[in-house]
């Protein structure tokens, strides 16, 4: 009995698959025979029609992606902010070591060092792609002794960026002229720099 219990639910399934899919080909045949009879003008306004309701569809699922998106990036901004200020507290206090007239203490090389591997720890799990290349040139510029002004003020660029603040019309190095006593030496520095590359006669001589 228990054989022939399994065997009719076994033909009674094929069955009902054998009649969606003859109900569906029937229901796909007759939409077809239906498209081919209408006219021209019809066709085109139904295809018009379906082709909002697709665009409309699309259109939601695009803008539930973004502010799906915009609560994640948002979600994550306090966190991002707290270690870029860190960083930032790190690097004008190296700064301020320099300037005589500023009672704020620096970290010592040991500190430093410590504080920057956790910090690139913390940029792997947080920082943006941006950032992260940027800490990256950041590194590189040092270590070849380039031009590390342009490389900090491109680092801080990125940060204020990925929090979400606008870097329209900083262009001069603001933000690493800001930690300066003298903004304007820092234009000087950059000068003398650039007047003392070779050019490229030079270098070909």
């Not at 076994?10 to 006219?39: P, T």
């Amino acid at each position: 009995m228990e054989i022939a219990k399994k065997i009719g639910s076994i033909l009674l399934g094929l069955i009902i698959l054998a009649a969606l899919v003859y109900g569906g080909y029937w229901i796909v045949v007759e939409c077809i025979a239906l498209l081919s009879k209408l006219q021209k003008e019809v066709l085109a306004a139904l295809i018009g029609a379906m082709a909002t309701v697709f665009a409309g569809i699309a259109a939601v699922i695009i803008s539930q992606k973004q502010s799906k998106q915009r609560d994640i990036d948002e979600s994550h901004r306090p966190k991002k902010v707290e270690i870029y200020k860190k960083f930032l507290d790190a690097v004008s206090g190296l700064m301020a070591a320099q300037n005589e007239n500023v009672t704020k203490k620096g970290m010592t090389d040991q500190e430093l060092v410590d504080y920057l591997v956790e910090f690139k720890s913390e940029l792997l799990l947080w920082g943006s792609p941006l950032v992260i290349k940027r800490q990256l040139e950041f590194e590189e510029v040092s270590r070849k002794n380039g031009n590390i002004f342009t490389a900090v003020n491109n680092l801080y660029k990125a940060i204020r960026e990925d929090i979400g603040l606008s870097n329209k019309g900083l262009n001069s190095h603001e933000l690493v002229k800001m930690y300066l006593s003298d903004p304007g030496e820092l234009d000087e520095i950059l000068a003398s720099n650039k007047s003392m590359q070779p050019t490229a006669d030079a270098s070909a001589d």
